[in-house]
C-alpha cells in the first residue's frame, strides 16, 4: 500500500501563517487519519551547530509536542523510515523527516499527556542506507547520478525536487559542475566491498565541491559560505526531467538589530589554530579482480553447502583418505562448464569429474592411518582434458570475468600472476602422483615447450595486448575484414617445406603458395625454410592448398586479440605435481608502489586508460598433450592443470623517493599550511574521500571531466571569485587558512523569522559585522529562530 497518512494537524503561528502538518507510515494494511492537538511549543526545528565553519553536511531534526488522551501506537515503530512526516507553511513545504526508531517519551500520567514526536531530516536518515551500484555494478558516474541515485533511495514520494549547487567554482568553464564531475562508484566500497552509508557519501561530495550540503523545503543546498556574499548564482538541477539552469538565490542582507524576538544576545570569538592539513586519503584500486578464493563468492555446485565425497587410494606404498568437493562462482566469474562427448555435465562428482572443461574444487587428504583432528582444504580451478583416443579436446576461453569492471587510471602497470600445477589426474590433492618425469634436452629428447596461456587483456573496444604494446582495436577489426587470420596448424613433420610471403597494399605479410609468389612484382616478397623439419606450420588456403607459414604468423593467427602468459620451463624441472608460478618480468628498476612476482604489463603514460577490464584465460597450451616428449620412455600425458591462484593487480610507478632508505610517496597525499607557530592548536584534520589525480598512488577516488567523448583526470577547479585555478584540496587549505588566519565573531540571539534560511546573510550593526548561519532553531508556533551566527570574512 506504501506510505498512508495517519496523523495531521494545523495551527495558525502568532503572524497569522498557516502551519499544517501531516504524518504518514508506510503500512501493508489501510489505514485511518486521525487529527493530533499540538501543545504551545508545537513544533520546532533544528539545524545542528558545529566548531567547523565549512563543515560539508548540516542535518536538521524536527520535534512535534502533541497532547494527547491514549497511546498512539501508530508512531511506535522499530524500523527507520517506516514514518515520516512533512511540515507545510501556508500551502509549501517547509521541512520532512523521518522518525526515530522507537522514540516514544510521554509521562503518560495525566488526562493530558504531553507527547514529543523526534523526526530527522532526509541527510540524517541517510545514514541508514548504504551506497548501491548506479548500474547494479561498477561504473563511471556523474557526480549528478550519485546524488540523484541516493535521494530515490530514501525518499520514494518525490518530496525532494530540486538540487542547488552555488556557482562558487567552474569546470570546463561552465558551473555545471554535477554534470562535469565524474567518478568511479567502486570509490564508495571499501576493500572488501563493504558500501558506506549514503550520507557519507553525499557529505565526500560536498567537501570536493568545498561547500555545505543542507536541506531545507523541497530541495537540497549545496553552499560555499566562503563567498556566498559574492555569488548569489546558483545552479538549479530539476530531478523530475535532469534539466539544469542557472538561477539567482535572494542574498538580502537580513538587519538582526531590526529584527530582535527577545533581547538574549551573546558573543564570543571563536577558536584560533595554529595549523591547518587536508589529507586526500585514497582509496586504492590496487586489486583489479575480485579475491580468487573469496567464500562469498566461491560455493558449493550442491544444495546441500557441505556436501563433499570420500575416498580412498594407494599412492607410493601408502594409503591416502581423499576428500573433494565442487564448487562454482556465484557472481564473479565465468567459466567453460565441463563436458564428455560433447554433453555437458550438471553436477561434477569424482565419477565424471575425468572430463573436458573446466570446474572448481576444494580438496583434502590425509594418511588414512593417521587420521588428523582438522582438515586442510585447498581451492582449485582444474582444467581438464580427457579427450577421446588422447586427442587434445579443451580449447578456448576457461575462465573470465563476468562482470567487466571499469578503469581509470595514466599510466602505471599490470601484474599478473598464475599458480599451477600440471597433473595427469582430475584429483587437486597434494598427495596425487603422476610422474617423477623431468625436462630433458639430451639424445632421446624430442624437445618440450614453455608453458603458456593464452590471454585476453582489453579496455573496453578501445585497446587490447598483444604481449609488446597496447594496440588500437581498430587495427584488430581491420585485418579481419581484409581476411589477415588464417586457420593454421602445426607443428608438424615435413622434409623440405618453403614458405614464400610478400608485403601487401595495407603493410600486411601474406603467406602465399610458389605459383602466386612468382607471379607477383613490384613488392616486397621472401621465401626460406625451416631450420627443424618437425617445426613446420601452414594453413589451406581456398583452393585447398597447403601454404607454409612462419612460426610468428602462425602465433599471430592463434592469439588475434591475445598474448601469451609464459612459464619459461628448465633443463631438470619437474613436469607434473610442483606448483609453477609465471616467469616474472618485474624489475625493481621499475620503482612499482607495490611490487611483487609476476608478468609486468605497462600501460600508456601519455594518457588516460579508461574503459570495461576484459580479462579471460584460455586452456594452457601443454594440457591434452605430453609435454616432454621423448623417444627411450612412454611419454605422460597432461590431464589436468589445477590453478591456485590468479592475481591481476595494478600499480603506479615512480614510488620510491630515496632508493638508500626505503622513502616512499604516501598514497594519502597531504597538504598542511601553518597559520601561527606562536599558537599551539591544530586544527582537526580534514579528510577528503573523493581526490584530485596523484600519480604516485593508483585510486578509485580520482575525479574525472569529460570532454567530447574523452575522459581526464581533474586537475584544477575555478574559485569564481579569485578566478585562482587550484586542485580541490588546495581550495579548501586556502578557505581554512584565509578564515582561522584571525578572531572571528560568533554572535547569538533569538530574531523574528523574516524567510531566514541557511542562505541568509545576517548583520549587526554594534559589531558591524555581517554573519552566515552556524546554527538554527525554528520555533514555528511563535515564528521566530534562535540563532548562532559565524562572522563572515
Known amino acids: 500500500m506504501g506510505y498512508q497518512l495517519i496523523y495531521n494537524s494545523s ?58 488522551t491514549k497511546v498512539l501506537a501508530n508512531l511506535y ?41 523526534q523526526f530527522n531530516d532526509i541527510l540524517s536518515s541517510l545514514s541508514n542506507y548504504n551506497y548501491t551500484y548506479l548500474n547494479e555494478k561498477q561504473s563511471i558516474v556523474s557526480f549528478y547520478q550519485v546524488i540523484k541515485h541516493i535521494i530515490s533511495q530514501i525518499d520514494s514520494n518525490g518530496l525532494i525536487k530540486n538540487v542547488y549547487v552555488h556557482n562558487a567554482k567552474k569546470i570546463n568553464d561552465t558551473t555545471d559542475l554535477l554534470n562535469n564531475l565524474f567518478i568511479l562508484d567502486r570509490n564508495f566500497f571499501d576493500e572488501a566491498n563493504e558500501a558506506e552509508n549514503c550520507k557519507d557519501v553525499l557529505e565526500y561530495i560536498a567537501r570536493y565541491l568545498g561547500m555545505t550540503c543542507y536541506y531545507y ?109 565442487f ?73 573470465s570475468l563476468k562482470n567487466k569492471l571499469p578503469i581509470a587510471v595514466k599510466g602505471g602497470t599490470f601484474i599478473i600472476d598464475i599458480n599451477y600445477r600440471l597433473s595427469g589426474d582430475w584429483n587437486a590433492a597434494e598427495c596425487i602422483v603422476t610422474s617423477d618425469e623431468q625436462y630433458y634436452d639430451g639424445k632421446y629428447s624430442t624437445g618440450f615447450t614453455d608453458t603458456m596461456f593464452k590471454c585476453k587483456l582489453a579496455i573496453g573496444d578501445t585497446m587490447y595486448y598483444d604481449g609488446d ?17 588464417k586457420i593454421c596448424n602445426g607443428p608438424n613433420t615435413w622434409a623440405g617445406a618453403t614458405w614464400y610471403k610478400y608485403l601487401d597494399e595495407y603493410g600486411y605479410w601474406r603467406f602465399v603458395t610458389k605459383g602466386e609468389y612468382d607471379s607477383i612484382s613490384g613488392r616486397e616478397k621472401y621465401s626460406g625454410g625451416y631450420a627443424d623439419r618437425n617445426y613446420v606450420y601452414s594453413y589451406t588456403n581456398s583452393s585447398n592448398e597447403r601454404v607454409f607459414i612462419e612460426k610468428w604468423f602462425y602465433d599471430e593467427c592463434k592469439l588475434q586479440d591475445c598474448f601469451y602468459l609464459v612459464h619459461k620451463n628448465k633443463v631438470g624441472d619437474k613436469v607434473f605435481d610442483t606448483d609453477y608460478s609465471l616467469t616474472n618480468t618485474v624489475s625493481w628498476r621499475m620503482n612499482l608502489a607495490e611490487s611483487e612476482d609476476g608478468v609486468a604489463v605497462s600501460l600508456p603514460s601519455d594518457k588516460m586508460t579508461l574503459g570495461e577490464l576484459t580479462f579471460e584465460l584460455y586452456a594452457p597450451n601443454q594440457l591434452g598433450t605430453t609435454p616432454m616428449r621423448r623417444t627411450d620412455k612412454e611419454p605422460v600425458r597432461c590431464n589436468s592443470f589445477h590453478i591456485n ?44 574521500r573523493i581526490n584530485t589525480y596523484n600519480e604516485h598512488a593508483g585510486s578509485y577516488s580520482y575525479v574525472l571531466t569529460k570532454v567530447g567523448d574523452e575522459y581526464y583526470f581533474v586537475d584544477t577547479l575555478t574559485d569564481g571569485v579569485s578566478k585562482d585555478k587550484l586542485k580541490a584540496e588546495e581550495h579548501c587549505i586556502n578557505k581554512y587558512v584565509n578564515y582561522y588566519s584571525k578572531p572571528r565573531f560568533r554572535y547569538s540571539n533569538s530574531i523574528k523569522n523574516r524567510d531566514i534560511s541557511l542562505n541568509s546573510i545576517l548583520k549587526e550593526n554594534t559589531l558591524n559585522k555581517n554573519f552566515v548561519i552556524n546554527s538554527i532553531t525554528y520555533d514555528l508556533m511563535n515564528n521566530k529562530c534562535d540563532v548562532e551566527l559565524n562572522e563572515m570574512r
Open 327 to 399: 564448487f562454482k562462482s556465484k557472481n564473479n566469474w565465468w567459466w567453460a562448464k565441463p563436458s564428455i562427448l560433447a554433453v555437458p555435465i550438471e553436477e561434477v562428482t569424482p565419477q565424471n569429474a575425468d572430463s573436458n572443461g573446466s570446474y572448481w574444487q576444494k580438496a583434502a587428504y590425509y594418511e588414512t592411518a593417521n587420521e588428523p583432528s582438522s582438515l586442510n582444504w585447498k581451492t582449485y580451478f582444474t582444467i581438464s582434458d580427457y579427450g577421446l583416443m588422447g586427442w587434445k579436446t579443451t580449447d578456448g576461453v576457461q575462465l
Open 469 to 485: 604494446g597496447w594496440v588500437n582495436y581498430q587495427e584488430y577489426h581491420n585485418k579481419v575484414a581484409r581476411n589477415y587470420y
Open 11 to 68: 495551527f495558525k503561528d502568532i503572524d497569522e501563517n498557516t502551519i499544517n502538518i501531516e504524518i504518514y507510515r508506510d503500512s501493508g494494511g489501510t489505514l485511518i487519519a486521525s487529527e493530533l492537538l499540538c501543545s504551545a511549543d508545537a513544533v520546532s526545528i533544528n539545524y545542528e551547530s558545529d566548531d567547523d565553519v565549512f563543515k560539508p553536511i548540516k542535518c536538521s531534526d524536527c520535534q512535534i509536542n502533541v497532547l494527547t
Open 77 to 117: 515503530t522499530a524500523l527507520g523510515n517506516q514514518i515520516y512526516c512533512t511540515i507545510s507553511k501556508n500551502g509549501s513545504l517547509l521541512w520532512c523527516g523521518y522518525s526515530v526508531p522507537c522514540l516514544y517519551s510521554t509521562d503518560y500520567n495525566e488526562e493530558y499527556n504531553l507527547l514529543s514526536l
Open 645 to 688: 591462484d590468479v592475481k591481476l593487480k595494478y600499480t603506479t610507478s615512480d614510488y620510491v623517493k630515496d632508493i638508500f632508505n626505503d622513502e616512499t610517496y604516501d598514497e594519502d597525499l597531504k597538504f598542511e599550511n601553518v597559520i601561527d607557530e606562536n599558537i599551539v592548536n591544530d586544527f582537526d584534520d580534514i579528510e577528503f
Open 217 to 325: 523545503g523541497d530541495s537540497i543546498y549545496f553552499v560555499d559560505y566562503d563567498i556566498i556574499k559574492n555569488i548569489n548564482s546558483y545552479t538549479k538541477y530539476t530531478l523530475s526531467d535532469d534539466s539544469n539552469t542557472v538561477v539567482t538565490l535572494d542574498n538580502t542582507i537580513i538587519n538582526v538589530n531590526q529584527n530582535i524576538y527577545e533581547s538574549n544576545a551573546s558573543i564570543a570569538i571563536g577558536e584560533l589554530y595554529n595549523k591547518v592539513v587536508v589529507i586526500a586519503n585514497s582509496n586504492s584500486n590496487n586489486t583489479i579482480i575480485p579475491e580468487w578464493n573469496n567464500e562469498d563468492d566461491i560455493i558449493n555446485q550442491n544444495a546441500d553447502a557441505n556436501k563433499y565425497y570420500e575416498s580412498t587410494r594407494d599412492i607410493s606404498g601408502k594409503n591416502y583418505t581423499l576428500l573433494n568437493a
